[in-house]
Structures are given as C-alpha cells and as structure tokens.
C-alpha cells in the first residue's frame, strides 16, 4: 500500500488502479484535509444519533452503536483516528445483526458508517461516497421502516440530511464521481441524496 501525504499526515491507501510502474495513478487521488475529514464524520454522527432511539429501543443493554457515534464525535471534535475507532464501527455493525426490527437493524448500520466516515479515503472512489452519505441512508431507511414503510418519512429524513450538510460534504462529494449502483433501498436513497448535494 502506498502512503499518500497532506494536511492529515501519512494515510496509508489502497490504490484502485496502477501505472506501467505498478505505482498508483495520481489522478486517482482527490484532496482530502483532515478538517474535511471531521466535518464529514461529525455530519455522519449527527445523521446516525437521529434513528439512535430505534436501537436502544429494540436492545437497551446494547451499547456497540452508541459507542460508534460517540467515537465518531469525539474524531470530529478533534480526537484522534484510531484503530479504536475503526473497531467501534465494526462493532456497530455486527449489532445490527442482532435486533428483530428491521429498523432497529438499519439503525445500527448508520452508526457503523457513522464510524467509518472517519476512513474515507483520498481516491476518486464512486464507492467512497458511502463513507460520507452511508450514516444518513441508512437513518432514512430506519426511520422509514420504524414508520411502517412510511417513504414520507424517509424522504423527510434525507430532507433533514441534506440541509445540515455542512459545506465539507459537498466540496468532497464535488471530487468524487457519483454513489455506485446496487444496495437496494440503501443504495437509491444514497443516490438520491448525492444527486440532491450535487444539483
């Protein structure tokens, strides 16, 4: 893997393409800054902690995704990137594999990509996008199901998303190419919501 450097220091990347040399392509690099970085993971945090209650409801003695925003706050308060804060967001996620309501579940998955904003890496990735919007799809989706199916409810979530996006989400998102296809519900509101940051 080779290291790209900036503002945010050594950050170790895999590259998604090679030159003739086996080194990567520079053009698949985007600039990235480490006050981007926690904007974009505070915006996620504050996305997941709005379906929080979903979960706690469904597993109260389950802290795993509260623990992923709290790390992913405490990054975009200025705290460092640490393996800890990796693990919490694989914590979350294996959390949501563990409640009966579906919305409790896609609740935990927003706290996990709350976590995982605090990796996205500096690549023109399509799939990078869902570090940055993945929190705020999956909230939508929780709150969506949380309301019987409601898709109201869910477009009133990414309404709520796409308003309180602070200006680093669409600077970054404006170097990036457009969410990937696939990931069902998922996946169309996080298409939705990049477009709408786009437009």
Known sequence: MDPVYGRMGFVPTK??????TGRPDQADRIAL???EL???TGFAADCAARVLHLFEQSLPADPRPREAIEAA???AGGGRRTQ??????FAAFRAAREPAAPAAAEAARAASHAAGAAFLHP???AHQV?????????AARARELAADGDPAVAADALAWARAHAPAAVTTVLGRL????AGGGQVGEYLRGLDGALRA
């Open 123 to 125: 690549l023109a990735d």
């Open 38 to 40: 926690r904007e974009i």
């Open 73 to 75: 706050r405490a990054f």
């Open 177 to 180: 190419p457009a969410a990937p």
């Open 15 to 20: 590259p998604s393409k090679t030159d003739r």
């Open 130 to 138: 869902k570090h940055i919007l993945g929190a705020a799809a999956h």
């Open 33 to 35: 800054t480490e006050d």
């Open 84 to 89: 800890a804060l990796r693990m919490s967001g």
